[in-house]
């Protein structure tokens, strides 16, 4: 049995070779999907408190996600879109107005 370094560096190894990625590749495409996960995560959690925002954000990533993964050339769809500032921008104004709600 190896070291537990050993061990990692083959389960790495053996899981590239079985999505027949390189690592690059691989790490964009995991960063693609954890970014995704994580604002969709956000908005639901915002639609929670507020039901008038975001209220098809989650189910429109979990749509979007599930293609990507099974059609994995479609990498492109999880690139960050232009929408930041706005989302920012109305991120900020929850932010300020949530407060005043409680």
Request: glycine share 10%; with cysteine; net charge positive.
């Amino acid at each position: 049995m190896g070291t537990g370094r050993e061990s990692l560096i083959a389960r790495s190894r053996a899981h590239l070779e079985s999505v027949e990625e390189r690592y690059g590749a691989h790490q964009l495409f995991a960063f693609g999907v954890g970014w995704t996960m994580v604002r969709a995560g956000i908005a639901c959690m915002l639609h929670g408190v507020v039901p008038a925002l975001f209220p098809t954000t989650g189910s429109d990533a979990i749509r979007r996600l599930h293609g990507v993964i099974a059609d994995r050339d479609r990498i492109a769809e999880l690139a960050p879109r232009r929408e930041g500032l706005s989302v920012l921008l109305l991120l900020a104004l929850v932010n300020a107005i949530v407060p005043w709600l409680a």
